[in-house]
């Protein structure tokens, strides 16, 4: 019993953040490469290339929540989606305050805000933005998105 108790005491204890400065240096590589990948994805964005927005998501597909959602779409939903009329692009966008928190060598969670300018002239939104990046074929892919904001861009 007392094993029992230790031992469910040990799993429920916070485990201590690890400095970016004792990161291994694959990890270190794995948080470079995030922050690479989040500013190209702020440039495709920004510049409304859709086909770069999509090849972002992972080929499995990818879960996406926010404003009370959340729903898994295939890799060929999220192609059809960026495609089509139900995406406008803004008409400019930028990130701030990136945060990224490694979960192993070959994956990444994401943290920062957005701030999406409508293409229509109404005021810049400001989004919160999580997202899960894994490494697949080589490459970091959006697995898990998490966007949200006052008001819908």
Not at 55 to 66: D, F, P
Request: net charge negative; proline share 6%; aromatic share 10%.
């Amino acid at each position: 019993m007392l094993l029992l108790f230790v031992g469910a005491t040990v799993a429920c204890t916070p485990m201590a953040l690890t400095s970016p400065a004792n990161y291994t240096s694959d990890i270190s590589e794995t948080v470079g490469e995030a922050q690479r990948f989040m500013n190209d994805y702020a440039r495709d964005l920004a510049a409304g290339d859709r086909a770069a927005i999509a090849r972002r998501y992972a080929r499995g597909g990818a879960w996406l929540l926010g404003h009370g959602r959340k729903d898994f779409e295939s890799y060929a939903r999220i192609e059809t989606r960026y495609a089509g009329p139900e995406w406008t692009p803004p008409r400019s966008f930028e990130w701030r305050d990136l945060s990224v928190e490694p979960t192993g060598r070959d994956a990444v969670v994401v943290a920062e805000l957005g701030l999406w300018e409508p293409a229509d002239g109404h005021p810049i939104v400001t989004l919160s933005y999580t997202a899960l990046l894994i490494r697949e074929d080589g490459e970091l892919r959006i697995r898990l998105e998490d966007e949200s904001s006052a008001r819908r861009p």
